[in-house]
Nanobody
Protein backbone atom coordinates (compact mmCIF):
# COMPACT_ATOMS: atom_id res chain seq x y z
CA UNK A 1 0.00 0.00 0.00
CA UNK A 2 1.25 3.44 -0.95
CA UNK A 3 1.14 5.90 1.90
CA UNK A 4 2.70 9.26 2.72
CA UNK A 5 1.82 11.02 5.98
CA UNK A 6 3.05 14.50 6.83
CA UNK A 7 3.22 16.01 10.30
CA UNK A 8 4.77 18.96 12.08
CA UNK A 9 2.98 21.92 10.56
CA UNK A 10 1.56 24.75 12.64
CA UNK A 11 1.56 28.44 13.39
CA UNK A 12 4.86 30.21 14.02
CA UNK A 13 6.04 33.80 14.14
CA UNK A 14 8.35 35.19 11.48
CA UNK A 15 11.93 34.23 12.22
CA UNK A 16 10.88 31.03 13.93
CA UNK A 17 11.45 27.39 13.02
CA UNK A 18 9.44 24.27 12.30
CA UNK A 19 10.37 20.72 11.37
CA UNK A 20 8.11 18.75 9.07
CA UNK A 21 8.17 14.96 8.90
CA UNK A 22 6.92 12.59 6.21
CA UNK A 23 6.45 8.93 7.04
CA UNK A 24 6.40 6.86 3.87
CA UNK A 25 5.57 3.33 2.86
CA UNK A 26 8.74 1.30 2.35
CA UNK A 27 7.56 0.49 -1.17
CA UNK A 28 8.01 4.18 -2.01
CA UNK A 29 10.81 5.24 0.25
CA UNK A 30 13.26 2.51 -0.61
CA UNK A 31 13.15 3.15 -4.36
CA UNK A 32 12.27 6.80 -4.83
CA UNK A 33 13.69 10.23 -4.57
CA UNK A 34 11.49 12.30 -2.29
CA UNK A 35 10.43 15.90 -2.28
CA UNK A 36 8.65 18.63 -0.36
CA UNK A 37 6.29 20.87 -2.30
CA UNK A 38 4.07 23.70 -1.14
CA UNK A 39 0.97 25.48 -2.31
CA UNK A 40 -0.19 28.87 -1.11
CA UNK A 41 -3.74 30.11 -1.78
CA UNK A 42 -4.08 31.24 -5.38
CA UNK A 43 -0.68 29.85 -6.33
CA UNK A 44 0.48 26.76 -8.13
CA UNK A 45 2.11 23.97 -6.19
CA UNK A 46 5.87 24.42 -6.25
CA UNK A 47 8.91 22.35 -5.42
CA UNK A 48 10.62 23.39 -2.19
CA UNK A 49 13.32 20.74 -1.92
CA UNK A 50 14.12 17.23 -3.04
CA UNK A 51 16.48 14.48 -1.93
CA UNK A 52 17.65 11.35 -3.71
CA UNK A 53 18.02 7.94 -2.09
CA UNK A 54 21.72 8.65 -1.82
CA UNK A 55 21.19 11.97 -0.10
CA UNK A 56 21.82 14.44 -2.91
CA UNK A 57 19.67 17.53 -2.41
CA UNK A 58 18.22 20.37 -4.42
CA UNK A 59 16.42 23.48 -3.17
CA UNK A 60 14.27 26.25 -4.53
CA UNK A 61 16.15 29.53 -4.54
CA UNK A 62 13.61 31.03 -2.16
CA UNK A 63 14.52 28.61 0.65
CA UNK A 64 18.25 28.05 0.12
CA UNK A 65 20.18 28.65 3.31
CA UNK A 66 17.03 28.50 5.46
CA UNK A 67 15.55 25.04 4.85
CA UNK A 68 17.26 21.66 5.10
CA UNK A 69 15.85 18.44 3.69
CA UNK A 70 16.99 15.08 5.02
CA UNK A 71 15.90 11.46 5.08
CA UNK A 72 16.33 8.51 7.41
CA UNK A 73 16.23 5.43 5.20
CA UNK A 74 16.05 3.10 8.21
CA UNK A 75 12.87 4.82 9.42
CA UNK A 76 11.36 5.48 5.96
CA UNK A 77 10.99 9.09 7.02
CA UNK A 78 11.89 12.39 5.39
CA UNK A 79 12.27 15.72 7.15
CA UNK A 80 12.23 19.40 6.32
CA UNK A 81 13.88 21.68 8.85
CA UNK A 82 12.64 25.21 8.25
CA UNK A 83 14.47 28.09 9.89
CA UNK A 84 14.15 31.86 9.60
CA UNK A 85 10.58 31.45 8.44
CA UNK A 86 8.90 34.29 6.58
CA UNK A 87 5.22 35.08 6.01
CA UNK A 88 5.78 34.16 2.34
CA UNK A 89 6.49 30.60 3.48
CA UNK A 90 2.85 30.24 4.51
CA UNK A 91 1.37 27.35 2.53
CA UNK A 92 0.20 23.77 2.66
CA UNK A 93 3.31 21.60 2.50
CA UNK A 94 3.11 18.26 0.72
CA UNK A 95 5.40 15.29 0.81
CA UNK A 96 5.89 13.55 -2.55
CA UNK A 97 7.45 10.38 -3.88
CA UNK A 98 9.15 11.17 -7.17
CA UNK A 99 9.54 9.07 -10.29
CA UNK A 100 12.72 8.64 -12.30
CA UNK A 101 12.14 12.01 -13.94
CA UNK A 102 11.78 13.71 -10.54
CA UNK A 103 8.09 14.20 -11.21
CA UNK A 104 5.78 13.70 -8.23
CA UNK A 105 3.99 10.38 -8.47
CA UNK A 106 2.62 9.99 -4.95
CA UNK A 107 1.33 12.70 -2.62
CA UNK A 108 0.63 13.01 1.05
CA UNK A 109 -2.41 14.82 2.39
CA UNK A 110 -0.49 18.00 3.24
CA UNK A 111 0.22 19.92 6.42
CA UNK A 112 -0.51 23.61 6.96
CA UNK A 113 2.34 25.98 7.80
CA UNK A 114 1.36 29.50 8.77
CA UNK A 115 3.95 32.19 9.48
CA UNK A 116 2.68 35.35 11.14
CA UNK A 117 4.41 38.71 10.76
Amino acid sequence: QVRLVESGGGLVQAGGSLRLSCAASPSIFQVAAMGWHRQAPGNQRELVAMITRGGNTNYADSVKGRFTISRDNAKNTMYLQMNSLKPDDTAVYYCAGLDSFDTPRYWGQGTQVTVSS
